[in-house]
Each structure stands twice: as structure tokens, then as C-alpha cells.
């Protein structure tokens, strides 16, 4: 979903599916392709597999809101253990037909350009060669579907749907934008020599692409096959809920339904329990191993610490950062930042209030902890993924990850209840993981105690050696 989405339309796509789930017949499970659930999704690059996407808004990113902004704080950011830059857009963005006072970063007016407010060619190559010497990589978002109204693409009205008057128009109800026409093969090839550009000139990693189920599939595995005989082991990573997409073309696609139910948890109170369900039911439709990007918090939705308070934020973090696929941490999560950047905030200077750290040293110290943990244990990334009982699951969820020997239990309570209660947990010796947001306790597995919105991360012992 591109910013640009009316509120109201959000909602009522929110609605629907809470009123699918608690009906127990969830609208993204009704008609399964078990065909396609059937085959191995797309074998993705081992460094995606156990990343931690980073989405810098580079405009409010930084006082100075350019992409020197970004490279001058590349060590935070490998402090924070986080392997995955993910940059918004950074070409120029339309004028005419604009929103807001600086316009949406997803009109683009030039694929080629980068917006002389965030910097030069120069700038780029040298924040990717800084990133790369961290080990970091670098994905910048496209924008495919549409472009602004001003675009230099527009000597090509070709390119473009058009009504049945034969104007140019635009999808949906994203009137700052116009709608490009994928059934145009000279379109096509325009796209894809764009992409290959971007990788082949500036040593990118892929891409994050916008509105990506908006646009047709072949066109995506055409462009997918390009890119490969320039680069290999690129991420491709879908801003969609299509399955198809996962089966050769993207590597990753966003947990959207998920994001959902967490929200009908954490703000509506529904069970703990529809977390299990939702997991379950995606794993119907997608191809065998595909890798959703966990999300609780983007450039898209209210911040995470405006839907769920500053406890429950910290809560569904450490719930994305436990399950498989990627998390992401969109830039200012990691200080509790509540600056709000979707519609219409998006498109209006928004800068991240950093300074926020002073209220909660927390949040810091935690993301940092959780991401180290995760990129550090195979387990925490694409283990195995076991439910377990708790004695209050309306409130709790408690899991399993385990990949060999290494293996963890994960206890989280989505609500503003203390729980005091015991866990399924195997038999065995558990440490628990000590994590900044609270102490660890003496009590020894199955009972646990979790404040509201607490979490506590339990690791088994190797006999005999380290855990």
C-alpha cells in the first residue's frame, strides 16, 4: 500500500479483516493456492536470511536531511545491529498535483535523478562503499507502479493508462500520481534498464519495491532475471501480500496481515491467541519457506508508540524480532520517536526527534540487544517456529525457535495485565537472556511472571559448554 491510501480505506481493509479472523475464517485463507503452497519459494541470500532491515526516510533522517546525513551516522547503525539499509526514494519528487508542502516521496519525477536536496552521485557511491566496509548493504526503494505528473517520462504518454476519454490517468484514489502501463513492452524495457542502472553504476544490493502487487508479476521476474547477470544474491523485497510474487521474483513481502492482528490485539484486545492463527494461515497460501518482512511500525501506519503506548511498542517489537522472515526497524523505533510520517505528515517536513532517547535510554539498549541476538543465533532467524501452551492465553503468547541445538523460548504478553502464571516449557536447562527493558527473575521455567507489555527470552544450556 502506497502512502497516498485514504485513511478511511485503511480502516475498513482493517475491519475486514478482523471481523475475517474472529470469525475464524480469515478473507487471505478462504481460497488457498495449494498448488503454489506447494513449491519451494526462491532460495534468498544467506545475509537476507538472518537480516535486520533499517528504513531511513532521508529527508527527516538527519538535521541536514541528505545522504551525507545518513553516511555520517553509518556507526550507529552498525552499533544498533542492524545489516540492511533501506533508503525511501531519493529522486527528485513531482510538483504539479502535489500533496502537502514538499510533496509524496513516491511521485517520482526522474528514476535517474537523484533530488539535489539529498545530494549528488557522489554522495551515494560513497555511502555505499561506507556501508559495504561495515558490512552493511544498501536497497533503495523504486517506485514502479506510477509516476508524478511531471515526470520526464511524461514525453511518452504511451507509457501511461489512459481513460476512456484518453487522458492520462491514475490508479486507485492517489490523484498526485499517474498510472503507468505494463502492457507497453517499450515501457518495460525502460524500467528494467533503469533497474539494471542502478545496481550496475552504484553497487546497490536490490531494492524495496513500492505498490509491488500493482504491478504485473512477469514484468517482475523479466526484471528479476535482468538484474541477476549484473549482480548476483540481490534482495528484491516486495511491498505486497501476493504469493505469486515470493515464487521466483521477490525475495521477501511484507507481514501486513500480521501487522493487522497485532493492532486488533495490543488496541482491541482480541486473544493473544490470533497471532498463532494468522502465522498459521499465511503459511497456507505462500510457497514453501518464503520470508515475510515483520513489521509493527513504517513510514505507512500511526507509529507503533502512538497505537500501542510506549510499553506495548516494546512488546510487538520483541514479537517481530522472535519470529522468522526479517524485522524492521523504521528509523526513530529505536528511540521511541512519535513523529508521524504517513498521510499527510508524509508529506510535510517531519524531522526524527533523536533527542527522545533522553525519556527512554531503554529503547536503545533493547533494539540493540535484540537485533545482536537475532543476527547472532541461527534459531531466532529462519528456525523452526514451535507454539506452546501458557495458562493465560487470551493475554500471552510463548514459542519456541530452534535450529539444531540451539534453541529458545520466547514469552510475550500483549497486554496491559501482569501475568503470573507457567509455560509448556521442554525439559532441559534454561538461562534467560537478560534484556534492557527489565531483569531478568529467579524463577525457573515452567512458571513466569511478565509485567504488562512485558517479554522474557529463555536459551537452553549445552551440556558441557556454552550455550
Excluded at 514538499?102 to 562503499?129: C, F, M, N, Q
Excluded at 561506507?130 to 504518454?157: G, L, Y
Aim: net charge negative; glycine share 6%; charged share 20%.
Amino acid at each position: 500500500m502506497k502512502p497516498g491510501w485514504k485513511p478511511g480505506w485503511r480502516v475498513a481493509r482493517g475491519l475486514l479483516l478482523a471481523v475475517a479472523l474472529a470469525a475464524g475464517n480469515c478473507l487471505y485463507a478462504q481460497e488457498p493456492d495449494s498448488a503454489l503452497a506447494s513449491q519451494p519459494a526462491r532460495t534468498s541470500p544467506d545475509w537476507l536470511k538472518s537480516g535486520v532491515v533499517y528504513q531511513i526516510f532521508v529527508r527527516e533522517f538527519s538535521p541536514a536531511g541528505d545522504l551525507n546525513g545518513v553516511t555520517a551516522r553509518l556507526d550507529d547503525l552498525h552499533t544498533l545491529n542492524v545489516n540492511i539499509l533501506w533508503l525511501m526514494p531519493i529522486h527528485p519528487n513531482g510538483q504539479v498535483k502535489k500533496k502537502g508542502s514538499l510533496g509524496s516521496p513516491y511521485a517520482v519525477r526522474d528514476y535517474y535523478a537523484i533530488d539535489p536536496a539529498l545530494g549528488t552521485k557522489a554522495d551515494l557511491h560513497r555511502l555505499v562503499e561506507e556501508a559495504h566496509r561495515r558490512q552493511m548493504k544498501v536497497i533503495i526503494d523504486i517506485v514502479a507502479n506510477h509516476t508524478a505528473w511531471d515526470s520526464v517520462m511524461m514525453a511518452h504518454p504511451d507509457f501511461y493508462h489512459k481513460d476512456a476519454q484518453g487522458h492520462i490517468t491514475y490508479p486507485h484514489d492517489w490523484t498526485d500520481v499517474a498510472w503507468l502501463d505494463y502492457s507497453n513492452p517499450r515501457l518495460r524495457q525502460y524500467m528494467i534498464d533503469m533497474l539494471v542502472y542502478w545496481i550496475k553504476e552504484f553497487d546497490l544490493d536490490g531494492f524495496r519495491c513500492d505498490a509491488a502487487g500493482e504491478v504485473p508479476t512477469d514484468f517482475w521476474e523479466q526484471a528479476r532475471a535482468a538484474l541477476e547477470k549484473v549482480k548476483a544474491n540481490i534482495m528484491l523485497l516486495a511491498e505486497a501480500d501476493k504469493p505469486e510474487l515470493l515464487r521466483s521474483a521477490f525475495d521477501m513481502d511484507y507481514s501486513w496481515p500480521l501487522m493487522h492482528t497485532l493492532n486488533d490485539v495490543i488496541m482491541d484486545g482480541e486473544p493473544a491467541t490470533a497471532i498463532r492463527t494468522n502465522i498459521e494461515q499465511q503459511k497456507e497460501r505462500f510457497p514453501k519457506g518464503a520470508l515475510h518482512m515483520r513489521i509493527s511500525d513504517d513510514h505507512d501506519e500511526l507509529r507503533a508508540t502512538t497505537r500501542f503506548g510506549y510499553p506495548g511498542s516494546i512488546a510487538a517489537a520483541a514479537l517481530i524480532f522472535t519470529l522468522d522472515g526479517a524485522p524492521l526497524i523504521y528509523n526513530g523505533m529505536e528511540v521511541g520517536d512519535s513523529t508521524q510520517s504517513r498521510d499527510p505528515a508524509l508529506f510535510e517536513p517531519q524531522k526524527i526527534f533523536w533527542q527522545a532517547a533522553t525519556w527512554h535510554p531503554e529503547y536503545p539498549k533493547f533494539y540493540a540487544a535484540i537485533a545482536g541476538l537475532r543476527r547472532t543465533h541461527p534459531a531466532l532467524q529462519q528456525g523452526e517456529l514451535i507454539w506452546i501452551h501458557n495458562s493465560n492465553e487470551q493475554h500471552v503468547v510463548t514459542f519456541l525457535r530452534r535450529s539444531g541445538t540451539d534453541e529458545f523460548l520466547v514469552a510475550i504478553n500483549l497486554s496491559n495485565t501482569p501475568f503470573r502464571g507457567t509455560v509448556e516449557a521442554p525439559a532441559g536447562s534454561w538461562k534467560e537472556i537478560e534484556l534492557p527493558i527489565a531483569k531478568p527473575e529467579t524463577g525457573a521455567l515452567p512458571f513466569v511472571s511478565l509485567d504488562a507489555f512485558g517479554a522474557r527470552i529463555f536459551e537452553t544450556q549445552v551440556p558441557g559448554g556454552q550455550p
